[in-house]
Structures are given as C-alpha cells and as structure tokens.
C-alpha cells in the first residue's frame, strides 16, 4: 500500500522558522514529483510548493524566498523548510503525489497532515 | 495567482443531480486539460475525484463526470448519496508554472 507519512510542524513565533517532513513508503519515491499544499482550518486549499525527482524546486509566490522545498530520495522523503514565518503561514500542511496518473499536476495520494501556528 | 472560482455551496436531494463549477481564466483552465476535481470530508485529506479534465480516477464511482468549456470547467455528481456530502475543490495547472485551487464548494445533501 502507497502510503505519505508527515512529521514534523509545531508552533513558531512570526520570524520564525519550523520544518515539516513527509516519507513515502510503497512504492518508487525518486520517480514521483512531490507537493506542499496548505489549508488553514475551515478554508480552502492551497498550493505552496512541489519539487521534482532531482530535486528542482517550484513555488507559490506567496512563499517563494522564504519556504525551501527539498527531498532526499535514499530517505524517500521530502522536506519543507519554512524560514521567516507570518502568522498568516499557520494552516494544515499536506503533501502529496500522483500514483497512478500520467501527469504530476494532481495529488492522488496524500499525507494526514502536519499543523504549522505561528503565534506571538 | 489568484484562485479559481466556486460557488460557496449547492445542494441536492438524494437520486438527484448537481453540478460545481469552476471558473478561471484563458491562463490556467482555458489554457490547458490539466484539471482535477478533489473530495474532501472533515478531518480528512482531499482525495482525488477527476483528473484531466474528465478521466475518472481508479476509485471513483460512474455517478461523478467532469467536463470543461472555455475558462470554465465543472463537476457533475448523478445519484446523489449521503457520502457525497463533503467539500469539493477544483485545481488547474496554470501558466506560471503553478497549481491554482478554487475555493471549495459545500455539498450538502438535502
């Protein structure tokens, strides 16, 4: 069974920084592009970041110069680092793949989240 | 990079219909076939619903069709059940080489 495990997150003042982590398990990490897609509690979802099997960032402005997305395919795990944090960056942090699906533009499989709050 | 549109909300009595639309622009849904459609219940991640416009994902039920006109892609769910109520969210691939989501539409069955 393909399965998206996260760690990681936790409280953080603004300015801030905090990581969140995700490994993947059944199936080949290092073929699959891999995203970031935030939601805080009641709202939508939105997209933060995904990083390609070598390993070659792509962002959201929203968090482009602050956020760094990384992975480690030995590990089979991708990470997002999260430096200079707004209060307005708390939300659910999810991540996901495409298994199955033709095209890395869509998340068919996803982890149960990681909650980042950036509080004073 | 500003969302796609959704209604709030639509609703639908159990066997009946409804559709979600999804609005965007000639730069993301107008521009390409990468459109998904996502179901999510509270507490839950989204699951996958629709890819590529109109191609059911392996777990979805016949009842769920997707489609696109111009800048406008839409969700049609037939057979209303009770498990179909749940937040639904549209995301198209985009031009700035970004993944635009809309801002998820309430389905509640009456």
């Known amino acids: 069974e393909e399965t998206l495990t996260q760690a990681g997150g936790g409280m953080a003042q603004p300015g801030g920084s905090l990581t969140v982590s995700c490994e993947g398990s059944g199936f080949t990490f290092g073929a699959y592009w891999m995203h970031w897609v935030r939601q805080v509690p009641g709202k939508g979802l939105v997209w933060v970041a995904r990083?390609?099997?070598?390993?070659?960032?792509e962002y959201a402005d929203s968090v482009r110069g602050r956020f760094t997305a990384s992975r480690d395919n030995a590990r089979s795990t991708v990470f997002l680092h999260m430096n200079n944090l707004r209060v307005d960056d708390t939300a659910v942090y999810f991540c996901?793949?495409?298994?199955?699906?033709?095209?890395?533009?869509?998340?068919?499989?996803w982890g149960r989240g990681a909650t980042v709050t950036v509080s004073s | 990079q500003s969302a796609l549109t959704q209604p709030a909300s639509v609703s639908g009595s159990l066997g009946q219909s409804v559709t979600i639309s999804c609005t965007g622009s000639g730069s993301d849904i107008g521009a390409f076939d990468f459109v998904a459609w996502y179901q999510q219940h509270p507490g839950e991640p989204p699951r996958i619903v629709v890819y590529?416009?109109?191609t059911r994902y392996m777990w979805t039920s016949e009842r769920f069709s997707g489609a696109k006109s111009g800048n406008t892609a839409s969700l049609t769910i037939s057979g209303l059940q009770d498990e179909d109520e749940a937040d639904y969210y549209c995301?198209?691939?985009?031009?700035?080489?970004?993944?635009?989501f809309g801002g998820g539409t309430r389905l509640n069955i009456l």
């Open positions: 995301s198209s691939y985009s031009r700035t080489s970004t993944i635009l």
């Open positions: 590529d416009v109109t």
């Open positions: 996901g793949s495409y298994l199955y699906i033709p095209y890395h533009f869509y998340m068919s499989r």
């Open positions: 990083v390609s099997p070598e390993g070659r960032p």
